[in-house]
T-cell receptor, first 115, second 112 residues
Framework: GAVVSQHPSRVICKSGTSVKIECRSL??????MFWYRQFPKQSLMLMAT?????????EQGVEKDKFLINHASLTLSTLTVTSAHPEDSSFYIC???????????FGQGTRLTVV | TQLLEQSPQFLSIQEGENLTVYCNSS?????LQWYRQEPGEGPVLLVT?????EVKKLKRLTFQFGDARKDSSLHITAAQPGDTGLYLC????????????FGTGTQLKVEL
């Protein structure tokens, strides 16, 4: 199956700093990418949907100025957590779909810890 | 309120037992997927069902999509320790675009 790579897999940052997470589709063109966050023992909650070349669509309750999403190319989307606080500590997961809109392929996730 | 409710939330069983996980909603889905997730990793797709009443089998796993496309079930026969993980259903709402809405999750532990 298609591969989606997330980087970094783990990151620890100080409170108040910004962190960027990358999501790459390695062998297909991802026209749509999705960003999720997952708290321990809980399910995935969709944060936003991004289409290549256009602004991301954020789910209700997700601060677009805090979670900046860029999808500038068909193989790369980034999520930047700005002015991170300890409550932003979570597992962030991206997924990608190609133009045929078939299966959604998931990255391996990024564990963010804000200290 | 979660759109897709899974039950049970937690399940601890012995190797060899059978189990069923349910995924219920009041909304209609154009398709529904089941995923299994290990700690610290992304979810891995097990199956996609798209037709009401559809039944799919994957070795010891049997998936069913409700006739009205509002619910689904996952049945595991003769569970093994390797089946341990977080099981997630996820659906695409009819007319809701191509985004996936995930269920509340079922944490399964299979012990020797």
């Amino acid at each position: 199956g298609a591969v989606v790579s997330q980087h970094p897999s783990r990151v620890i940052c100080k409170s108040g700093t910004s962190v960027k997470i990358e999501c790459r589709s390695l062998d297909f063109q991802a026209t749509t990418m999705f960003w999720y966050r997952q708290f321990p023992k809980q399910s995935l909650m969709l944060m936003a949907t991004s289409n290549e070349g256009s602004k991301a669509t954020y789910e209700q309750g997700v601060e677009k100025d805090k979670f900046l999403i860029n999808h500038a190319s068909l193989t790369l989307s980034t999520l930047t957590v700005t002015s991170a606080h300890p409550e932003d500590s979570s597992f962030y997961i991206c997924s990608a779909r190609d133009r045929d809109n078939t299966e959604a392929f998931f990255g391996q996730g990024t564990r963010l810890t804000v200290v | 309120t979660q759109l897709l409710e899974q039950s049970p939330q937690f399940l601890s069983i012995q190797e060899g037992e059978n189990l069923t996980v349910y995924c219920n909603s009041s909304s209609v889905f154009s398709s529904l997927q089941w995923y299994r997730q290990e700690p610290g990793e992304g979810p891995v797709l097990l199956v996609t069902v798209v037709t009401g009443g559809e039944v799919k089998k994957l070795k010891r796993l049997t998936f069913q999509f409700g006739d009205a496309r509002k619910d689904s079930s996952l049945h595991i026969t003769a569970a093994q320790p390797g089946d341990t993980g977080l099981y997630l259903c996820a659906g695409e709402l009819t007319g809701g675009g191509n985004k996936l809405t995930f269920g509340t999750g079922t944490q399964l532990k299979v012990e020797l």
